[in-house]
């Protein structure tokens, strides 16, 4: 049963236009969502987060945004850069606190 | 260096082999979590611990699996009778609750190969 869904295996985008990258969840009980950036070898990295009581979160070029209803969020980064090239995961928690969920990743590659 | 660490990196053993990883978290953390990730999925949690207390266990966790956090600081992860299909990226993160969400921080992994 996967709770939390990214659809797109990879993207590839061009340097200094937008990435996308999106996500799908099924458990209405998910009230906190993570973006985490992973490059080979490497933990996850912490990118931006955003509460279900909010539609939108901006860090710099990265945004996140949230669609409650359709159980949809989706990242935003503006422009995108070369040094952004790597594997990005969504991950959501539930209201108990405690373990993430992740999707199976989008690996980004940004082209110059 | 004030970031999550795990030691070793990576570790290769024979199967039926027992290995044991080591998690130092973020030094004012109170929740740890492990998590494992084999090759084109995202991490898939184990367990976690809030200060020595471990508050749950992923069924993920057979009985070969077994951690640890005696004082609420570093962590041990162990398998025993080491299994090709143990192979696989151990992660641990860690993080600091104040409220119901919280962001947790990750190491680099510890990369284990079952030959």
């Known amino acids: 049963d996967q709770q939390v869904k990214q659809n797109s295996p990879s993207l590839s985008v061009q340097e200094g236009r937008i990435s996308i990258l999106n996500c799908d969840y099924t458990?209405?009980?998910?009230?906190?969502f993570l973006w985490y950036k992973k490059y080979p070898a490497e933990g996850p990295t912490f990118l931006i987060s955003?509460?279900?009581?909010?539609d939108k979160n901006e860090d710099g070029r990265f945004t996140v945004f949230l669609n409650k209803s359709a159980k949809h969020l989706s990242l935003h980064i503006v422009p995108s850069q070369p040094g952004d090239s790597a594997v990005y995961f969504c991950?959501?928690?539930?209201?108990?606190?405690?373990?993430?969920?992740f999707g199976q990743g989008t690996e980004l590659s940004v082209k110059p | 260096d004030t970031g999550v660490s795990q030691d070793p990196r990576h570790k290769i053993t024979k199967r039926g082999q027992n290995v044991t990883f080591r998690c130092d978290p973020i030094s004012e953390h109170n929740r740890l979590y492990w998590y494992r990730q084999t090759l084109g999925q995202g991490p898939e949690f184990l367990t976690y611990?809030?200060?020595?207390?471990?508050?749950?266990k992923s069924r993920l966790l057979s009985d070969r699996f077994s951690a640890e956090r005696p004082k609420g600081s570093f962590s041990t992860l162990e398998i025993q009778r080491t299994e090709q299909g143990d192979s696989a990226m151990y992660l641990c993160?860690?993080?600091?609750?104040?409220?119901?969400?919280?962001?947790?921080?990750f190491g680099p992994g510890t990369r284990l190969l079952v030959l």
């Open positions: 991950a959501a928690s539930d209201n108990q606190g405690g373990k993430l969920i």
């Open positions: 955003i509460s279900s009581i909010k």
């Open positions: 458990n209405s009980m998910f009230d906190y």
């Open positions: 993160a860690s993080s600091l609750i104040l409220a119901t969400q919280e962001t947790q921080y």
């Open positions: 611990f809030q200060n020595e207390a471990q508050l749950e």
